[in-house]
């Protein structure tokens, strides 16, 4: 069976989309494994991550997503394992998944660094269970070129098996070759890939956001996997924010406090996607009733309305099964600009 | 020289001598009008008008400074402009006066506080009191002394009133003069910088010429002290009051349910309930109380009786009596056998009795002469619509000789009279005699109600209360090492600690470190467990995901550690987390809340309700001032709407009431022993069936920012 390490040198660059792309043009039957989980889903009583769960979904996978991870807090895998059980569990996880599947897809931690004091950072696992490593970089031209080139001077192993990267999210291709031609055609191991930024993909859901915030869902639990593509803090008056030209746009979400009924009732009207009511304040009833009749959900957080602005301003939209356009788009970007061929080889 | 005594308040409404500093020529200065009221009120003690042009006022000689006033006067009404009052109270207070009333404004209510607080520090360094500032001055018929810049002619009667506002208070002497209710006092409070309503109660508490205490009130200043005052006072004659800021909810932190909930109104409305006060919607409603309550006598028991010639008009009045909470009487054999006679053949003798509309005086004075002599009925509602029947004369002639028999009898009666000339003429005749005569169903028998109201609560037993046992010195210890940790709130194995103190029972609970720990702490105290986060940063638990519940093994317990952390961190990264809180899962119950805290106005008071969605949406919580009765507690219980649930519904067992007192009773203790805990919060409480007990939960508790100072 073929293991291929995906990682990468910093957060949030994409690597479980770009898993789930290079799965989708995979011919054969694959496995998924996430040693160090990060994204927590934690449903009747079990604790597992939401990448496992997604790929576990897509794709039909044979095992359940809790055991796809060895946990996600440092204190609870010293606690269950050592380094050598660690390397040896990962060891039977792999002899367990050659049994049926011909490629097993390991998701390293969040970036490079991540899990070394457990054994599970990218090139211990690497180490462990062997397999061909891939690194995925993105985000703005200077970000990926500092990381390919720090990775190519400062931790390139001519010796290691490494497959190439692929660079994903990038702006404005032709730009970005044409300014770094020269560096690139430098590097000392292959670009696999570029995958153009989609900014479809980068808008989160009401279902991201309600999540992230750990919210409770006042109404219209059905209709969270929206895309928000405006966010607005109602702190002004509504006939203020009823000028407000972003308030005009669609697929708007709008952030303020429970006791704000007119900022409610004029996004509402508005057509929002969903409202975030901070501080623990619940509106009138008549007002909830309204939101429920009008189907747009309606959130409550603890947090103030500034720290709820912070977290969505830092958060990372996550794909979910629910969202079949955002996986189609993925498959169709991996599949249009990834030589994936050099990877099954 | 200075003393610490404090004068008797009845030297407020009953001074030897009055001193009106001020006091001026010219009609259209308040100096004027107070001097002009005082001679014209008939006061009979010496008035020493002050000024220092000297001279002569409405015949009064006025001295030029108050040291020259031939005999200490009692009271100085104090009516200059605010930047002289200082330099006069000192005068005052060197002179001896024992009260200063100050008609001048521009103090606290302007933000002049620090000088209004030196002018009454001032005066209790001399043993002098001080009414206001900002007031209108006060009036008291035991003296005849109208020392106010009101209208003239006030009717003498025996509603007292304290107002806080000047300007209602003038006009309320406008309208109860119109309404033919005549007052033994009226004391304007103002800023209430020193005296304030709790000590005016203990002057008309004893008045023999007041028989009902009318209080408008904005703001409280001492209510551990007013709580103290009306209970004493209702015990002995009605207190009605109307308190404006119904809306406006209390400036409290929401760090509790309990502080959430408490609004400054709903607290108010229990308290004055507990009190034994009757709490008017408006300021109509409250001037028929008054009216109806001043002078009725009381019930000796609950059976009411209607007498009236329409049938429409008892059914409103039978719904009216549902409302005001007035009991019909129901021996329908008695009722026919005394009233068959009476009401003719299509009449009715339920209660109801209808006499028909061709019901004349001589079959209402029999129906009322019935009643008025049956010791089953202890009220009677008699209402008329008007029929050609009776004439103005006959109506007037007979409703007064009844109600005076009533009086003489010492039975309630009210009368309701429907109609068109004929009416209006008798009622207004019957007003002017002060006969509690009426226009329309519902606002004849509001009054009875309120009357029926304070009945009760004089019958009810006064209970003396003391403590429940609880152990002091561990509950300072527990301070003393929240204290020592800079910390205002317990954590939660010192809440723990905490309950076992007061002899409450919890779930079993360990903290842990670390995953290793908790799941050896789960296997001791046997699954399913509950894991919660303990942190000084987090006091929501339930809210950021910091609580996991029924965790029947190892693995669901290392899964529920990650996850709270995870949640907790999420809610706020730099959280401190001290570990988390591995408890005995117990059986399910009813879910309550039980939270102490300390109001701003009324010191400790105690919240009951049902918890979870109970307690968060339907918001159906009692509350009490400390300390409580185990009856008041109990009242408590049964207040709130949902407490059929507690009896047990749809199968369901009774569940274990007196285990709820008992808690009510116990957090209370906490919460007056020890003012520092700001506020105590267990929820949930679990109850279980009747005799089974209850357990605690969980319990939050909140310190003061500085330490005990009691």
């Known amino acids: 069976m073929k293991k291929l390490i995906v990682s990468s040198l910093e957060r949030d660059v994409g690597k479980t989309s770009l898993i789930l792309g290079l799965a989708g043009s995979y011919p054969g039957k694959f496995a998924y494994l996430k040693p160090f989980g990060d994204r927590l889903v934690y449903h009747e009583k079990k604790l597992w991550d939401h990448d496992a769960q997604l790929m576990g979904s897509l794709f039909d996978l044979q095992h359940s997503p809790a055991e796809m991870s060895l946990g996600f807090d440092h204190s609870k895998i010293k606690f269950q394992y050592d380094h050598s059980t660690i390397q040896t569990t990962l060891k039977a996880m792999a002899e367990k998944y050659q049994q049926s599947n011909d490629l097993l897809i390991v998701e390293t931690g969040r970036d ?51 497959a190439g990267v692929i660079l994903n999210k990038v702006k404005d291709i032709p730009e970005f070759l044409k300014e770094f031609h020269k560096e690139l055609d430098s590097l000392k191991f292959p670009i696999l890939g570029i995958i153009p930024y989609a900014a479809e993909l980068s808008s989160p859901t009401v279902r991201n956001i309600a999540e992230t915030l750990s919210a409770k869902v006042l109404t219209a639990e059905t209709n969270l996997d929206v895309d928000v593509r405006e966010i607005l803090v109602g702190a002004m008056s509504a006939d203020a924010v009823l000028r407000l030209e972003k308030f005009k746009h669609r697929e708007k979400l709008i952030i303020t406090s429970g006791d704000r009924s007119d900022m409610i009732l004029a996004a509402i009207n508005a ?75 | 020289m200075t003393t610490n005594s404090t004068p008797n308040i009845k030297a407020l409404f009953q001074p030897e001598s009055i001193a009106v500093i001020g006091a001026s020529s010219s009609p259209n200065k308040i100096g004027y009008k107070i001097l002009s009221n005082i001679v014209s009120s008939g006061y009979e003690g010496l008035i020493y008008p002050v000024n220092p042009k000297g001279g002569e006022i409405l015949g009064c000689k006025v001295v030029t400074q108050l040291s020259d006033t031939e005999t200490i006067p009692d009271v100085a009404v104090v009516a200059v402009p605010a930047s002289l009052v200082f330099d006069v109270v000192k005068d005052c207070a060197h002179r001896g006066v024992k009260f200063a009333t100050i008609i001048s404004s521009g103090f606290s209510e302007v933000g002049n506080l620090e000088e209004e607080r030196n002018i009454v520090k001032y005066a209790r360094q001399y043993g002098m009191r001080i009414l206001g500032p900002n007031i209108f001055g006060h009036y008291s018929a035991a003296v005849s002394l109208n020392a106010t810049f009101g209208p003239k002619d006030i009717p003498t009667g025996n509603v007292a009133i304290i107002t806080q506002s000047g300007a209602l208070g003038v006009a309320m002497i406008g309208k109860t003069a119109v309404q033919k209710i005549g007052l033994s006092a009226i004391i304007s409070v103002g800023n209430k910088a020193d005296l304030d309503e709790s000590e005016l109660f203990d002057y008309l508490r004893d008045d023999p010429g007041t028989h009902a205490i009318f209080m408008y009130i904005e703001g409280i200043r001492n209510g551990g002290r007013l709580i103290e005052s009306l209970k004493k006072t209702t015990r002995i004659k009605p207190v009605i009051v109307i308190k404006s800021g119904r809306s406006k909810r209390g400036a409290i932190a929401a760090a509790s349910h309990t502080g959430s909930l408490a609004g400054s109104d709903e ?14 919607e408006n300021i109509q409603e409250a001037l028929d109380w008054c009216k109806y309550i001043s002078t009725s006598p009381l019930p000796s028991g609950e059976n009411t009786l209607i007498i009236t010639n329409g049938g429409g008009v008892g059914v409103l009045a039978t719904d009216a009596c549902e409302k005001f909470q007035v009991s019909l009487y129901d021996d329908k054999q008695r009722l026919q056998h005394d009233y068959s006679a009476i009401t003719h053949g299509f009449g009715s003798t339920k209660n109801p009795i209808d006499l028909t509309g061709d019901a004349t005086v001589q079959e209402y004075t029999s129906a009322l002469g019935t009643a008025l002599n049956d010791e089953n009925i202890h009220a009677v509602i008699s209402l008329y619509c008007e029929t050609a029947m009776m004439t103005s004369e006959g109506l007037i002639e007979m409703i007064h000789r009844q109600n005076l028999q009533y009086q003489n009898k010492n039975k309630p009666v009210i009368f309701t009279l429907f109609g068109g000339h004929v009416t209006e003429v008798a009622v207004q005749k019957l007003l002017e005699h002060r006969v509690p005569v009426y226009t329309e169903v519902y606002e004849s028998i509001s009054p009875l109600g309120a009357l029926f109201r304070f009945y009760r609560y004089r019958e009810k037993a006064e209970e003396m209360i003391s403590d429940p046992g609880i152990n002091v010195e561990q509950i300072q210890n527990i301070i003393s090492t929240v204290r020592k940790d800079n910390r205002q709130f317990l954590l939660a194995n010192e809440g723990q600690m905490l309950l076992q103190a007061i002899g ?61 952390i995870h949640n907790c ?24 809340i039980i939270g102490a805290r300390q109001d701003e106005n009324f010191g400790p008071v105690i919240m009951f309700g049902l918890g ?45 009431i007196d285990g709820i007192v008992d808690a009510i009773i116990k957090v209370g203790a906490v919460s007056r022993q020890f003012p520092e805990i700001t506020d105590i919060e267990i929820n949930p409480i679990m109850v279980y069936d009747k005799g089974s007990g209850v357990k605690a939960i969980d319990v939050r508790v909140l310190l003061s920012k500085s330490e005990r100072n009691d």
């Open chain 1, 112 to 162: 490079l660094a991540r899990g070394t004091a457990l054994h599970l950072d990218a090139l211990s696992i690497c180490k462990s269970m062997g397999g061909t490593q891939v690194l995925v970089v993105g985000g703005i031209h200077d970000r990926i070129m500092d990381d390919l080139l720090f990775f190519d001077r400062h931790l390139y192993l001519q010796d290691h098996n490494f």
């Open chain 1, 271 to 345: 057509e929002c996607v969903g409202i975030v009511l901070t501080n623990n304040i619940l509106p009138p009833p008549n007002i909830i009733a309204l939101v429920s009749e009008k189907n747009v959900p309606l959130m409550i957080v603890q947090n103030d309305t500034f720290q709820i602005a912070k977290k969505i301003d830092m958060m990372v939209p996550l794909i979910n099964a629910e969202n079949p356009d955002k996986i189609d788009l993925i498959k169709k970007l991996v599949k249009e600009n990834v030589k994936t061929e050099l990877l099954w080889a």
């Open chain 2, 267 to 280: 607290i108010f409305d229990a308290i004055m309930k507990q009190c034994g006060v009757l709490r008017a």
């Open chain 2, 504 to 564: 409450m029972t919890g779930p079993k609970s360990k903290i842990a470190k670390s995953i290793g720990e908790a799941v050896q702490m789960a296997n001791e105290i046997g699954y399913p467990v509950v894991m919660k986060v303990v942190s000084r940063d987090i006091i929501h638990k339930s809210d950021v995901g910091g609580v996991l519940l029924n965790l029947d093994n190892g693995d669901e317990v290392m899964d529920a550690y990650q996850t709270i």
């Open chain 2, 569 to 592: 961190k999420s809610y706020k990264r730099d959280a401190v987390i001290d570990g988390i809180e591995i408890v005995e899962q117990v059986p399910k119950g009813t879910e309550v």
């Open chain 2, 612 to 656: 979870g969605i109970y307690v968060e949406v339907m918001k159906d919580v009692s509350f009490r001032a400390l300390p409580v009765s185990s009856s008041e507690a109990r009242l408590m219980v049964k207040e709130i709407r949902s407490f059929p649930l507690l009896l047990g519904v749809r199968g369901e067992n009774r569940k274990d």
